[in-house]
């Protein structure tokens, strides 16, 4: 019997996914290899004695986003020149410490917020977006308020957009860090499937480091999602500034 074009063609697109994907697993471990060499390099040079960095994200697979661990008696400075050390190899993406003291910051002003700060926190005031219990798979609900939450977004594209992870006290801080850190850019590849661009979102993860004012570190309502809306330019001082009524 004749094989349908329209099968065929179904036929063929899962063999080169299936494809793609396994080059994938294999190569990724080459990759990681790769970053950890010349992240070893970068610490020793940047004087981290004790310093390793993790490319293993929660789930154990190979991520180009390291945890640093170790260096707890170098001072903050050096665990800065550290951080941006790493940071700096490339390929490595977002760079944390294990106890999320200290992260690799970029050399970028600060920006003013916009208007949709305002719109998501109003539709984050009585609502969450929530994850299974230690995990980063979304429930059914936060895929919903994600669809709101992008239109909320659509009218400051061109911005950037920081979404960053919470974790509530249990468990400890190195895995609290790394769940945080994964459901964020769970969040973010949500937000891309829903038409915002990637070059605007920023995920990254603190942890159980800044609980909710007035709740108790342990409580669950820490577990969450927050975002910041903020310029692609810095505001500039006008060159004559104009004095004030007397």
């Known amino acids: ?40 390099a970068a610490i020793a040079d940047a004087g981290g004695e004790g310093v390793s960095a ?41 760079v944390v410490w294990s106890d999320g003291t200290l992260r690799a910051e970029s050399d970028e002003p600060t920006y003013q917020p916009l208007h949709c700060q305002e719109d998501v926190e109003g539709l984050l005031r009585t609502r969450s977006i929530r994850f299974e219990e230690a995990s ?3 429930l059914p609900a936060s895929r919903i308020l994600l669809d709101e939450v992008a239109e909320a977004l659509r009218p400051c594209l061109g911005s950037i957009i920081a979404i960053t ?41 603190v942890g159980s480091s800044r609980p909710v004012e007035g709740l108790a570190p342990s409580d669950p309502a820490n577990r969450r999602i927050e975002f910041s809306v903020i310029r692609t330019e810095p505001l500039r001082p006008t060159p004559v500034d104009t004095p004030g009524a007397r």
Do not use: W
């Not at 065929?8 to 060499?37: D, H, K, N, Q």
């Not at 986003?65 to 170790?70: A, F, I, Y």
């Not at 400890?172 to 973010?188: K, Q, Y």
């Open 1 to 40: 019997m004749p094989i349908r074009p329209s099968f065929a063609i179904l036929a063929g697109a899962v063999v080169c996914v299936a494809s793609a994907y396994a080059l994938a697993e294999r190569a990724a471990p080459g990759f990681v290899e790769r970053l950890e060499t010349q992240s070893e």
């Open 136 to 138: 980063s798979a979304l």
């Open 165 to 205: 992870g919470h974790t509530d006290k249990a468990g400890t801080e190195p895995g609290n860090l790394a769940l945080s850190m994964e459901r964020a850019r769970v969040v973010r590849e949500a937000l891309v499937r829903r038409g915002i661009p990637r070059d605007g979102l920023r995920a990254s993860g």
């Open 54 to 94: 993790r490319f293993v994200n929660i789930n154990g697979s190979p991520t180009r986003h390291p945890v640093l661990e170790g260096g707890g008696a170098l001072n903050e400075a050096t665990r800065a020149r550290v951080a941006r050390a790493v940071y700096d190899v490339p390929g490595v993406g977002g």
